[in-house]
């Protein structure tokens, strides 16, 4: 059994934040499979460089997989990528 985190990497909140609902399925998955996981968001918690590191200090996983969503923030009004 391995202890692994998923980090969602998405910064963004506009036009709205979202749920990593791809993380969270993985997440899911590696449970199923019989391991130990452990999901971050940062926009649920602490967006910051430094809590997803004392986060991983913490859990001491074995792996760590990072949820990358799409790049731009998808707003039709006010584009950035």
Excluded: Q
Excluded at 30 to 56: I, K, M
């Amino acid at each position: 059994m391995a202890r692994i985190l998923i980090i969602s990497c998405n910064l963004a909140t506009e036009p709205s934040p979202v749920f990593p609902i791809g993380a969270a399925m993985v997440t899911a998955a590696v449970r199923a499979a019989g391991h130990e996981a452990r999901l971050w968001d940062p926009l649920a918690e602490a967006p910051a460089l430094a809590e997803a590191a004392a986060v991983a200090a913490e859990y001491r996983p074995d792996l760590i997989g990072l949820s990358i969503r799409n790049i731009d923030n998808t707003s039709s009004t006010g584009f950035r990528d």
